[in-house]
């Protein structure tokens, strides 16, 4: 157990369709990282919150969302879900901004049908 | 900004030793390497946040070049364990979020 946790492990749902994926950082890191993950694109950087405040944003598309809540989890938003949407979404942490490596969560695999 | 990873596969016999190297076309701020296995999460391996700087875990060790904007992992003798895909990721000193490489697949056979 890494110390992040995201959850659903597993989503299958139908195009056109609306999913969150969570995730809850490892205890005292404040940024939450997410990431997406195809077969041909490798880890691709979606969106960054670092205690409460969006700080960057990546190739996340308009149908996507995030927010990070007082408590520091997180949420991700997907909207309107085509089948490339299908991937292996990841949540990292780490402790400040460009200090420390990230400590990844197990992943939501999400399939799109 | 996605960083430049070579080779993108490598085969090697335990005990032999590999490099495996990362670009960038922009300044750097860090690099992060990682390992992922199969159907696992990126592991966390190492970070580079000087220029010159090399770190060590382990067999495997890495340095950081500031000037040629590019890092190195470097393994030696390595084991059946070290198989995996291995990713660099850098940051610039624009935003501290990571972009990774495609990796690379690394195979250790007995």
């Known amino acids: 157990d890494s110390g992040v946790t995201q959850t659903p492990k597993h989503l299958i749902t139908a195009t056109g369709q609306r999913v969150t994926l969570r995730c809850s950082p490892r205890s005292g890191d404040l940024s939450v990282y997410w990431y997406q993950q195809s077969l041909d694109q490798g880890l691709q950087f979606l969106i960054q919150?670092?205690?409460?405040?969006?700080?960057a944003k990546g190739n996340i598309l308009e149908r996507f969302s995030a927010q990070q809540f007082p408590d520091l989890h997180s949420e991700l938003n997907l909207s309107s879900l085509e089948l490339g949407d299908s991937a292996l979404y990841f949540c990292?942490?780490?402790?400040?901004?460009?200090?420390?490596?990230?400590?990844f969560g197990s992943g939501t695999r999400l399939t799109v049908v | 900004q996605q960083p430049v990873q070579s080779p993108q596969a490598v085969i090697l016999r335990e005990g032999e030793d590999a490099v495996i190297n990362c670009s960038s076309s922009k300044a750097l701020y860090s690099v992060h390497w990682y390992r992922q296995k199969h159907g696992e999460a990126p592991i966390f391996l190492m970070i580079l946040l000087k220029g010159g700087e090399q770190k060590g875990h382990d067999k495997i060790s890495a340095s950081f070049n500031e000037k040629k904007q590019q890092s190195s992992l470097y393994l030696t003798a390595s084991q059946l364990s070290y198989s995996g895909t291995y990713f660099c990721g850098t940051a610039n000193p624009a935003g501290y979020a990571l972009n990774f490489g495609k990796g690379t697949s690394l195979l250790v056979t007995p």
């Open positions: 919150y670092y205690n409460g405040e969006e700080r």
């Open positions: 990292a942490s780490s402790p400040w901004e460009g200090r420390g490596g990230y400590t």
